[in-house]
């Protein structure tokens, strides 16, 4: 029904920037995503909530180990929702995963991190920055 193709991986140095792109496709015009949110997970890690987006104000939410780095957005024209990750460290090694979600009556804003929270996931992208 709904398909999520990531873009804009990379390798970086450390202080380097990324813009991931996450692109989403319907079946259905009946289909629509209200969340949008970005995951990542290091090798021998969890998955982890980055930040996520509420499509229909744009208001959004970050993890605090991402807070002033990284920032959501979304081209409501291209239904492309963008990751821009700036001052890029070591520990931002990850495969990064676009999440999305189209249930708004059972959404918790206290659970926007819980990968469960999401009907949807993109295949990943990957992200290494160096030292």
């Known amino acids: 029904q709904v398909q999520l193709v990531e873009s804009g991986g990379g390798s970086v140095q450390a202080g380097g920037s990324l813009r991931l792109s996450c692109a989403f496709y319907?079946?259905?015009?009946?289909?629509?995503?209200?969340?949008m949110a970005w995951f990542r997970q290091a090798p021998g890690k969890e998955r982890e909530g980055v930040g996520v987006l509420y499509t229909t104000s744009g208001i959004t939410r970050y993890a605090d180990s991402v807070q002033g780095r990284f920032t959501i957005s979304q081209d409501s024209a291209k239904r492309t929702v963008y990751l821009q990750m700036n001052n890029l460290k070591p520990d931002d090694t990850a495969m990064y995963y676009c999440a999305a979600e189209s249930d708004g009556y059972n959404w918790l804003w206290s659970r926007w991190a819980d990968s469960n929270s999401y009907s949807y996931w993109g295949q990943g992208t990957q992200v290494t920055v160096s030292s």
């Open positions: 319907r079946s259905s015009f009946s289909i629509t995503i209200k969340y």
